[in-house]
T-cell receptor, first 116, second 115 residues
Framework: AQSVTQLGSHVSVSEGALVLLRCNYSSSVPPYLFWYVQYPNQGLQLLLKYTTGATLVKGINGFEAEFKKSETSFHLTKPSAHMSDAAEYFCAVNLHASGGSYIPTFGRGTSLIVHP | DGGITQSPKYLFRKEGQNVTLSCEQNLNHDAMYWYRQDPGQGLRLIYYSQIVNDFQKGDIAEGYSVSREKKESFPLTVTSAQKNPTAFYLC??????????????FGDGTRLSIL
C-alpha cells in the first residue's frame, strides 16, 4: 500500500475559488506530514508541516492543512485561489528507516490549474 | 543565505558517457538525498546519505553512483548503465537521524538530456 496517496493528478479552479488538494496517508506511518510546492523548473519548497500539537496547520501563501487521524487525511486548502498558486503540490511523509533514520516519501503530486 | 546549490542547471549526455551532477549545501545538514523526477511519477529516491562516508540505495539506484566525502557535498554520477537518464534531478538535505519531524530543503534541480 502507498504510504501517501494524493487524489487527483490535476485540480482546476477559478481565480478566487476555494482550493482543496487531497492527501491520505497510511495509518502505519509516523505522523510527520508535509506539503511542498514546486514551480516549473524549480525545486520543492515547504508549504507547511504537521508533527505534533495543533491539528490545523497554517503555512505560507495563505495555505493551511488539517491533520485528521480518524480519516488518515491531511488535505491542503486555501480559501481563495490566486493565479500565482498554479504549481505542482506534493504531500510527503517521513518513514522510519534502518538505524533510527527517516526517509521522506512523496505522493505523485497534484497539478493545480487556476483559471482567470 | 544558506541553501543548496545544484549545477549545472542543464546537462547533455552522449551515448556511453558518464556524467556527474553536483550538489553542495551550506545548511550544516547531516542528511542528503538525490531524487529523479519524471512527468506524472512524482519524486523517486535514487540514493541517500545520513552521514559522511556512508550512503544507501533508494528505490531506483541502478545505473547511478554517489559519494559523500564531505558533509557539504553529495555528487551523483549517471553512468552509461542508466539507459533512460533523461529526467529532472533534485538534490535535497535535512537534519539527520532522529529528526523525523524535519522537512527537506531542495536545490533548483538539474535537467539531464540525451544527445
Amino acid at each position: 500500500a502507498q504510504s501517501v496517496t494524493q487524489l487527483g493528478s490535476h485540480v482546476s479552479v477559478s481565480e478566487g475559488a476555494l482550493v482543496l488538494l487531497r492527501c491520505n496517508y497510511s495509518s502505519s506511518v509516523p505522523p510527520y506530514l508535509f506539503w511542498y510546492v514546486q514551480y516549473p523548473n524549480q525545486g520543492l519548497q515547504l508549504l507547511l508541516k504537521y508533527t505534533t500539537g495543533a491539528t490545523l496547520v497554517k503555512g505560507i501563501n495563505g495555505f493551511e492543512a488539517e491533520f485528521k487521524k480518524s480519516e488518515t487525511s491531511f488535505h491542503l486548502t486555501k480559501p481563495s485561489a490566486h493565479m500565482s498558486d498554479a504549481a505542482e503540490y506534493f504531500c510527503a511523509v517521513n518513514l522510519h528507516a534502518s538505524g533510527g533514520s527517516y526517509i521522506p516519501t512523496f505522493g505523485r503530486g497534484t497539478s493545480l490549474i487556476v483559471h482567470p | 543565505d544558506g541553501g543548496i546549490t545544484q549545477s549545472p542547471k542543464y546537462l547533455f549526455r552522449k551515448e556511453g558517457q558518464n556524467v556527474t551532477l553536483s550538489c553542495e549545501q551550506n545548511l550544516n545538514h547531516d542528511a542528503m538525498y538525490w531524487y529523479r523526477q519524471d512527468p506524472g511519477q512524482g519524486l523517486r529516491l535514487i540514493y541517500y546519505s545520513q552521514i559522511v562516508n556512508d550512503f544507501q540505495k533508494g528505490d531506483i539506484a541502478e545505473g547511478y553512483s554517489v559519494s559523500r566525502e564531505k558533509k557539504e557535498s553529495f555528487p551523483l554520477t549517471v553512468t552509461s548503465a542508466q539507459k533512460n537518464p533523461t529526467a529532472f534531478y533534485l538534490c535535497a538535505s535535512s537534519r539527520g537521524e532522529g529528526s523525523g519531524n524535519q522537512p527537506q530543503h531542495f536545490g533548483d534541480g538539474t535537467r539531464l538530456s540525451i544527445l
